[in-house]
Structure formats: C-alpha cells, structure tokens
C-alpha cells in the first residue's frame, strides 16, 4: 500500500486546513489510519487516529478538541480537520496505516505503512 499525504500549506494562527491521504496499490478498509507529526528538531509525535469501521478515534492531548479525523473506506482515504491552528502546530504531517490495537495506536510502531509527509506551517 502506497500513502500519499497532501493539503498542507501555510495559514495564520487560528486558521484551518483539511489534509487528506489518499492510497493506492491496495485497500486501506482493514487497517486503522493515523496522523503524525514531525517539527524540525523534535521527536514524531502521534496527532490522531482512526479504526478500520471508523468507529473509534482517538487524539493527541495537544490537538484535542480542535483537530477531527475521518475517513472514507469507499474512497480508500482518510482526512485530518484542522481547527483553531497554532503556531506550535507547525509540522510535517504524515498518515500512516497498520494493524494498530487499542494499546498501540498512538505508537508508530504499530503502522507498517507511511506517506511522504506534508508540511504545514502557521504563522502567528
């Protein structure tokens, strides 16, 4: 399965932008979805993530109540709704895709498959 992460850009602190990873080279029904985050000179950080029905998501602490994860197994894409942004939300995103549990989806480990990234920056 090939990830393709796309929709980033720059928007001022309060904005919003909505990514999207699309997929291709197989179907992404069967595996939960995740967001990451990667800011220049930090650790990868778990944003978000999805179950494979859709049913359960699950959120970072710090974008909680401002970011919403979705997905369209039809459509063999997932999105991230980005609310309220931050200056700190500054990042390259990437989506992620893999047999993740309850216990390890917040953990990259638990995905096998990546896309590229996408940088978005906000600016104060």
């Known amino acids: 399965v090939q990830l393709q992460a796309s929709g980033g850009g720059l928007v001022q602190a309060g904005g919003s932008l909505r990514l999207s990873c699309g997929a291709s080279g197989g179907t992404l029904s069967g595996y939960s979805l995740g967001w990451f985050r990667q800011a220049p000179g930090k650790e990868r950080e778990f944003v978000a993530a999805?179950?494979?029905?859709?049913?359960?998501?699950y959120y970072g602490d710090s974008v909680k109540d401002r970011f919403i994860i979705s997905r369209e197994n039809v459509k063999n894409s997932a999105y991230l709704q980005m609310n309220s942004l931050k200056p700190e939300d500054t990042a390259v995103y990437y989506c992620?895709?893999?047999?993740?549990?309850?216990?390890?989806?917040?953990?990259?480990?638990?995905?096998?498959?990546w896309g590229q990234g996408t940088l978005v920056t906000v600016s104060s």
């Open positions: 992620a895709a893999g047999r993740a549990i309850t216990s390890t989806i917040r953990n990259s480990p638990a995905y096998n498959y």
């Open positions: 999805i179950r494979p029905n859709g049913g359960s998501t």
